[in-house]
């Protein structure tokens, strides 16, 4: 007997075959008919309140669950406002599904209400997008994005399909029947001659470096741990690959990300063999440019695409993570060096102890905030970060014992996704706390989900990370900055928390929040909660302090130019001198440490390409751009980008103290 349903239940059948748990949607009458079949066929339907935050809840879901998640969105504007998570996505390597709406096919190219060509767009930012305008064929289409989206590097594939198609019959013995779900890609092993080659390099390595990638995340081994120990080998994690071994044993040499790991920075350049496994060399890890220059490299993808990308590996080898984990857990011991081994480890674990910043008087400094949040959350809790300055914080504090326990939208870099990201996860992982850590500017863009989380009876905990500039980065982004660097802590507490007990405040805060969302994990749960406000301050003003410009063991490593310290700089007059330089090694980025007495200053000058903050500690400047004149005194700071003229002079009659950080262009 041939059974009739529409094409909307042939998706949603399909959908549940292939393990989807739930779809994120923004409703609109051309995809009715899926609505209909999610509730008749019991596949949960979240609505949302943006396309956009649906599709970054699908592929939040995606990312915890380790299973592909899905959207479902109308029409012309509803599609183009899922492009930049599309977009997110594909930079991100995430398999997501999202089912677009096209005008019925009676109606194409005659100007239908909300109906535009979309798919030229989707194809841009997606693996793979198509149409499907026959409803008999739409799980093969289905089954098409499947093979796609899984295929290599994983990542987002849409399918649009006409209204009409989607309400029309369709013929149940012509979808791919019995529906099941698609069948897996399959995974490349290591061949015996790239086995061969493998336990060659490693007999010879002794500073051995174990990198993990984004395809350890999707290729799951359950011998990762094994291979740290049987070789002895310092490892870090990347991205999606963030928690897949745990990293708070003494092995993790930090995150694969050296803007807030200067011990990978050192590992990088030292070591002698770097296993690269499931990832490329990439933004985070400076594209293999800080190599030394006898670095053997062996390099592990299923995407050969990723394999030589940057930097030229010594062996690649086209096989899946797992496969390669197999062949190296059975390889014979590794001998490192373990005074070297140890010192990266050291180092490391110097940097994280020295990152901890304390209260001041002006109130919370942000990784105060996020070790009081962590400290408090359970094991367990997935932690969402931002862009801006947040992640890092973020990524430089935390530890993962898991994987999918931690989502930022990654090479993106987008802003927005952060929220949507939370209340994806909460339903991803009804069971599991949920914290995001987000600035001031960053929350605004979805903020409105918190309404979606609370009609399903989700909660999370949201940290604002706020120094009160909403949607810019402190520092560059304003000639003169009025306010103060200030953090304020709005937590339990009250308003402003006294010196000591804002991160008392916050622990306090998050445990209560953490509490009530364990107890009411399913509705009717607990108000999603934005109590806990923290601020931030600029990353430019946290890691530099005249103390630790003084303390040489910090982890931040002082240069000193022979005898630099208390030079006065060329055409500078009146006993201004620089204290301190800092660079960032292999950077473009430095901070010096001024002081200028009453009277001390420089001539009239510009620079061709660098751009320099001065921000003041103590005391108060006079600055002068041969137009305007301007004074600035403790917690301000001005931005001259190349070319921009301007002096300093001391008109006061105090000493005054500054920092002057330059970024070459
Ligand atoms: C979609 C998007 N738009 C713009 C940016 C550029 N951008 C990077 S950081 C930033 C400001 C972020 O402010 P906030 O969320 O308050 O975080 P903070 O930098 O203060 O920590 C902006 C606008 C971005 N990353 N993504």
Same mark, same amino acid.
């Given at each position: 007997m041939t059974v009739q349903m529409d094409g909307g239940a042939s998706i949603v059948g399909w959908l549940q075959a292939a393990g989807v748990e739930n779809v994120f949607s923004v409703s609109g009458g051309p995809i009715n008919s899926i609505y209909r079949a999610c509730a008749k066929q019991g596949l949960p339907l979240i609505h949302a309140r943006h396309e956009a935050a649906a599709c970054f809840m699908a592929e939040s879901a995606s990312r915890v669950t380790g299973k592909a998640g899905c959207a479902v969105v109308t029409l012309g504007p509803g599609v183009t406002n899922a492009v930049t998570p599309a977009l997110v996505a594909t930079m991100a390597g995430t398999p997501m599904i999202i089912i677009g709406a096209h005008s019925g096919t009676r109606s194409f190219e005659r100007g239908a209400g909300m109906s535009y060509d979309v798919l030229p767009v989707m194809k841009g930012v997606t693996k793979w997008a198509a149409r499907c305008i026959d409803g008999n064929r739409l799980t093969e289409y289905l089954d098409i994005a499947w093979r796609k989206m899984w295929a290599g590097r994983p990542g987002p594939v849409f399918l649009e399909v006409p209204t009409d198609i989607l309400s029309s019959a369709v013929d149940a013995a012509s979808a791919s029947t019995p529906l099941s779900?698609?069948?897996?890609?399959?995974?490349?092993?290591?061949?015996? !001659?790239?086995?061969?080659?493998?336990?060659?390099?490693?007999?010879?390595?002794?500073?051995?470096?174990?990198?993990?990638?984004?395809?350890?995340?999707?290729?799951?081994?359950?011998r990762t741990q094994e291979v740290v120990d049987r070789h002895g080998l310092p490892f870090s994690t990347l991205r999606l690959a963030r928690g897949i071994v745990d990293e708070t044993q003494e092995r993790f040499a930090g995150?694969?990300?050296?803007?807030?790991?200067?011990?990978?920075?050192?590992?990088?350049?030292?070591?002698?063999?770097?296993?690269?496994?499931?990832?490329?060399?990439?933004?985070?890890?400076?594209?293999?440019?800080?190599?030394?220059?006898?670095?053997?490299?062996?390099?592990?993808?299923?995407?050969?695409?990723?394999?030589?990308?940057?930097?030229?590996?010594?062996l690649a080898i086209a096989a899946s993570p797992s496969s390669f984990f197999d062949v190296l857990a059975d390889a014979p011991p590794m001998q490192p060096d373990s005074a070297w081994v140890s010192s990266i480890l050291t180092d490391w674990a110097t940097e994280w102890k020295s990152q901890r910043g304390e209260d001041d008087n002006t109130g919370v400094h942000p990784i105060v905030a996020v070790d009081a949040v962590t400290d408090a959350a359970p094991g367990n809790t997935i932690f969402?970060?931002?862009?801006?300055?947040?992640?890092?914080?973020?990524?430089?504090?935390?530890?993962?014992?898991?994987?999918?326990?931690?989502?930022?939208?990654?090479?993106?870099?987008?802003?927005?996704?952060?929220?949507?990201?939370? !209340?994806?996860?909460?339903?991803?992982?009804?069971e599991a706390p949920v914290i995001v850590?987000?600035?001031?500017?960053?929350?605004?863009?979805?903020?409105?989900?918190?309404?979606?989380?609370?009609?399903?009876?989700?909660?999370?905990?949201?940290?604002?990370?706020?120094?009160q500039k909403w949607g810019r980065s402190r520092c560059p982004s304003t000639r003169v900055l009025a306010k103060p660097?200030?953090?304020?802590?709005?937590?339990?507490?009250?308003?402003?928390?006294?010196?000591?007990?804002?991160?008392?405040?916050?622990?306090?805060?998050?445990?209560?929040?953490?509490?009530?969302?364990?107890?009411?994990?399913?509705?009717?749960?607990?108000?999603?909660?934005?109590?806990?406000?923290? !601020?931030?301050?600029?990353?430019?003003?946290?890691?530099?302090?005249?103390?630790?410009?003084?303390?040489?063991?910090? !982890?931040?490593?002082?240069?000193?130019?022979?005898?630099?310290?208390?030079?006065?700089?060329p055409n500078h007059f009146g006993g201004l001198t620089v204290l301190d330089v800092v660079p960032f090694s292999g950077s473009n980025f430095s901070v010096q440490v001024s002081k200028a007495p009453k009277g001390g200053g420089g001539e009239l000058h510009h620079h061709d390409d660098w751009s320099q903050v001065f921000h003041m500690i103590s005391g108060e400047m006079t600055f002068d751009t041969g137009k305007e004149r301007f004074k600035l005194s403790a917690g301000q700071a001005v931005l001259f980008e190349p070319g921009d003229p301007h002096y300093t002079i001391n008109e006061a009659d105090e000493e005054s103290t500054y920092l002057v950080i330059t970024v070459k262009q």
């Open positions: 779900a698609p069948p897996a890609p399959s995974k490349a092993g290591v061949t015996a !001659a790239d086995a061969e080659a493998l336990r060659t390099l490693c007999s010879a390595a002794r500073r051995p470096l174990l990198l993990l990638g984004d395809e350890t995340f999707w290729d799951r081994s359950d995150p694969g990300y050296t803007a807030c790991n200067g011990a990978l920075r050192r590992a990088l350049a030292e070591a002698d063999c770097i296993l690269l496994v499931g990832h490329h060399f990439e933004f985070d890890l400076e594209f293999g440019d800080t190599l030394g220059p006898g670095t053997r490299v062996i390099q592990v993808a299923s995407d050969t695409e990723l394999l030589n990308r940057n930097r030229r590996a010594d969402v970060s931002s862009h801006g300055n947040v992640d890092f914080w973020a990524d430089a504090r935390l530890k993962f014992s898991e994987p999918g326990r931690y989502l930022r939208a990654g090479q993106s870099g987008s802003l927005g996704a952060e929220v949507p990201y939370g !209340a994806g996860a909460s339903f991803a992982d009804p850590f987000v600035g001031d500017g960053g929350v605004g863009f979805h903020v409105s989900e918190l309404d979606t989380a609370e009609r399903y009876g989700r909660a999370f905990i949201i940290v604002v990370l706020d120094d660097t200030r953090w304020t802590c709005r937590g339990a507490t009250g308003p402003r928390s006294p010196k000591g007990s804002a991160a008392r405040a916050i622990c306090a805060a998050t445990r209560d929040r953490s509490a009530r969302q364990s107890r009411q994990p399913s509705p009717p749960a607990s108000r999603p909660s934005c109590r806990c406000r923290c !601020a931030a301050s600029s990353v430019l003003t946290w890691p530099i302090s005249l103390e630790n410009a003084d303390n040489e063991d910090d !982890a931040m490593k002082i240069w000193k130019n022979g005898n630099a310290t208390g030079i006065t700089p």
